[in-house]
């Protein structure tokens, strides 16, 4: 009786999620009929496969891909690897925090994307100046999320292992760190979800190559459908990285 409930509830489950997708190709469909400027669906999917077996601006659509993502997820590891530890630090250590405090409250409210101009004029248009706008974007929520997650380590529980005997060493590794885990990796969620827009917005200014680029070169060509396959791109490939990342936070975090 159990396995057959779950069977019956499943179907449900499944109209649930694709309903509001398939009311919003309706619509979409509607709209694109009736109008000169937006492609309908079916026009874009029929440009995305196109572009797998026709190259545009002389590369195929998974070369395009294939370097947002590079671009992405090197600047990502750059960013992380600072962010991380730094944000421990701030919250570990209460002088490094008060000497860094304010400075970095400063930094962040500046958005990512207004570096491009000066990332320009550091690397002109070279593949460094998109990575260094994805370094800035993932070091801050990597800062924020590990800073905080420190912060937030029960007190009564560092008390409790000083009182066994623990060392400051010790307690950092096996009580901080454990406990401030879910947080840590819940910035390196958002660090990847804002550093594949910013890649995507870098890719517009200087850029050869690249999702972002094909956005641009159809807005030149003008080809109305090669801009909305750019954009189902971006989103289905985030929507899948969004996935994958919670996928694999019940590993890396399964006492949450």
């Given amino acids: 009786m159990r396995v057959f409930y779950k069977k019956n509830e499943a179907f449900p489950n499944i109209l649930l999620y694709l309903s509001p997708i398939i009311g919003f190709l309706i619509l979409w469909e509607i709209a694109g009929l009736n109008s000169d400027v937006l492609p309908t ?51 570990y250590n209460k002088y490094f925090e008060a000497f860094f405090k304010y400075p970095f409250e400063a930094f962040r409210m500046i958005p990512a994307l207004a570096w491009i101009p000066l990332s320009i004029l550091f690397f002109g248009i070279s593949e460094f100046g998109k990575i260094f706008v994805i370094v800035i974007a993932s070091v801050v929520p990597a800062v924020i999320n590990s800073w905080r997650g420190v912060k937030l380590v029960d007190q009564d529980v560092i008390i409790a292992a000083r009182i066994l005997g623990a060392d400051n060493k010790t307690i950092l590794r096996r009580v901080i760190l454990p406990s401030a885990l879910p947080s840590i990796y819940a910035g390196v969620q958002y660090a990847v979800s804002i550093s ?61």
């Fill in 41 to 91: 669906p079916v026009e874009t999917v029929q440009k995305i496969f196109y572009m797998l077996s026709h190259k545009v601006a002389d590369k195929l659509l998974f070369a395009h891909i294939g370097r947002s993502l590079f671009r992405m997820f090197f600047g990502l590891v750059i960013g992380v690897f600072i962010g991380i530890p730094f944000g421990i630090f701030m919250g």
């Fill in 196 to 256: 594949w827009m910013c890649i995507l917005a870098a890719e517009l200014v200087g850029a050869g190559e690249g999702v972002g680029y094909l956005i641009l070169y159809g807005m030149e060509l003008p080809d109305d459908a090669m801009i909305a396959a750019g954009m189902v791109i971006i989103g289905v490939i985030g929507f899948a990285m969004s996935q994958i990342l919670r996928s694999l936070e019940g590993v890396l975090t399964p006492w949450r």
